[in-house]
């Protein structure tokens, strides 16, 4: 999903906790919830949007709204 998905679902309290998880070169966003779209946050081409560094990860959801995340390394 799209950070503009995300943050329409989140207002409308359509996501659950973030996951971040940790992958090969950076961490990737995964948004669960009652919806039908791709949970992993995606770059505008669609492909998985990879953060080089955890705080950034970090920063993109509290801007979305969320208060809490959960990091799996």
Avoid: Y
């Avoid at 995300?6 to 998880?21: C, D, M, R, S, Y």
């Amino acid at each position: 999903m799209k950070l503009k998905e995300a943050e329409i679902l989140f207002n409308v309290n359509a996501l659950q906790e973030p996951v971040i998880t940790k992958q090969e070169g950076g961490w990737i966003v995964t948004l669960a919830g009652s919806h039908k779209l791709t949970p992993t946050l995606e770059t505008s081409q669609g492909h998985a949007r990879l953060f080089k560094k955890l705080d950034a990860a970090v920063g993109v959801l509290f801007e979305v709204g969320f208060g809490e995340v959960k990091i799996v390394k």
